[in-house]
């Protein structure tokens, strides 16, 4: 099936109590997949300029660029 349209919602339940199990790994993942789905209609450097576009949090833009660079070849 196709990707959707946009990338995932952020969480807005974080406890920010720093749990192994945090709702913003979850959403990493979440855009990693969604990104890597992606990357047969776009060019990596289409995508990490939507990546950068889409997110602001630099730590979380950071993870996400990594996952995919390590997919997308």
Do not use: H
Request: hydrophobic share 35%; net charge negative; aromatic share 8%.
């Amino acid at each position: 099936s196709p990707p959707p349209d946009f990338p995932p919602d952020a969480p807005t339940t974080c406890c920010m109590s720093g749990c192994a199990n945090c709702v913003w790994l979850d959403y990493a993942e979440e855009v990693s997949k969604y990104y890597e789905l992606k990357g047969s209609n776009m060019s990596k450097e289409e995508i990490i300029k939507d990546i950068e576009r889409q997110l602001s949090d630099p730590m979380l833009k950071a993870f996400i660029l990594l996952e995919l660079k390590m997919k997308l070849k």
